[in-house]
């Protein structure tokens, strides 16, 4: 079943604007002492409480050095339709704060038979990239990365690729300075053994999806990641949970998970709500899943043993689960 993430507490030891609305967050032990190892790609979830008893939890990329393990770096950009996290983190986050996190795990790790690897980032989604470029330093595999913004002071981090060891391998596309990211041609020149990773804005990373596609890229030479649920779309659907018996309607506009926990009709644990982090991983035993998460790989998908509870549907009427 789920991948069962290990929490710690870490204390925030650097904050910095790192544009208008994003902030770069330096964490630690309070102890000091080297934090779990990870690779470029990798993400933690991050546990905030507020002072009013407030509880959110957030998947977050790690950006720092995976060679350097005294501190991570997450980037965090401030959301206009925040559930609640990205806000905390802004508001509330300072120098001294403490703050629970997940032992790392990765779903965007590049692919150790590439022959290239193709970056391509939107706004905030270059942080996993941040890392993924200190791993392939040194390295005999050529890369390079892709940066689109929409105006100068929203390239987050750009002062350290345009001055540090990777200067020569980015390339930046500014929106307000017209100058735009041709994925048509990017991806009608890409080397046989080339992959491609896209990270950022839904818009992008479908737009890359689509046109790979068209240039005849296969499916596994494209990697993607999006920290964001999937949009609450379809009708409603009835869920039945097997252990009780209990019957729900899941409305349009929903989630199981929200249901569940609304009827208080069972306990779901779930860290990131995202379809990321696998904690809410439940099997199904009846019925087939629409699945928007992660996590799964499509082969598990198509299997339709298990589901996501926080952002995958029904695609049949009725779904029983193992609950």
Not at 88 to 105: D, K
Not at 216 to 228: D, L, T
Not at 240 to 247: D, H, M, R
Not at 266 to 289: N, Q, Y
Request: aromatic share 6%; proline share 3%; net charge negative.
């Amino acid at each position: 079943m789920a991948n069962k993430y290990e929490m710690f507490s870490v204390q925030v030891t650097a904050v910095e604007q790192a544009t208008p609305l994003i902030k770069r967050f330096t964490l630690a032990r309070e102890e000091g002492g080297a934090l779990p190892a990870f690779t470029g790609g990798s993400h933690v979830i991050v546990q905030m409480q507020g002072a009013d008893g407030s509880q959110f939890s957030n998947a977050y990329s790690l950006m720092s050095n995976p060679r350097d393990l005294r501190s991570y770096q997450i980037g965090v950009r401030l959301e206009e339709q925040s559930k609640g996290g990205s806000a905390f983190m802004h508001q509330q986050v300072e120098v001294g704060s403490r703050l629970t996190i997940s032992t790392p795990n990765n779903l965007f790790a590049l692919e150790p038979t590439a022959g290239k690897h193709v970056l391509i980032a939107g706004g905030i989604g270059i942080t996993p990239f941040m890392a993924q470029l200190h791993e392939l330093e040194g390295g005999a595999t050529d890369y390079e990365l892709h940066y689109a913004f929409r105006s100068p002071e929203h390239g987050a981090f750009q002062g350290d690729l345009e001055t540090g060891p990777h200067a020569g391998n980015v390339r930046f596309y500014i929106d307000s300075l017209e100058r735009k990211l041709d994925l048509a041609a990017l991806c009608a020149g890409l080397e046989a053994s080339a992959h491609l990773y896209v990270c950022g804005p839904k818009p992008l990373i479908d737009a890359v999806i689509n046109t790979a596609a068209k240039a005849g890229i296969a499916e596994a030479r494209v990697h993607w990641e999006q920290f964001a649920a999937a949009p609450v779309t379809g009708g409603a659907f009835t869920v039945v949970l097997a252990k009780s018996g209990t019957e729900l309607q899941v409305e349009a506009g929903m989630t199981i998970l929200q249901a569940i926990e609304k009827s208080k009709a069972a306990k779901v644990e779930c860290l990131c709500r995202e379809g990321v982090c696998g904690t809410c991983e439940t099997a199904i035993l009846d019925g087939e899943a629409e699945h928007f998460d992660q996590y799964l790989s499509d082969e598990e998908k198509a299997s339709q043993q298990t589901m996501m509870l926080c952002v995958s549907r029904a695609k049949s009427a009725r779904l029983v689960l193992d609950l």
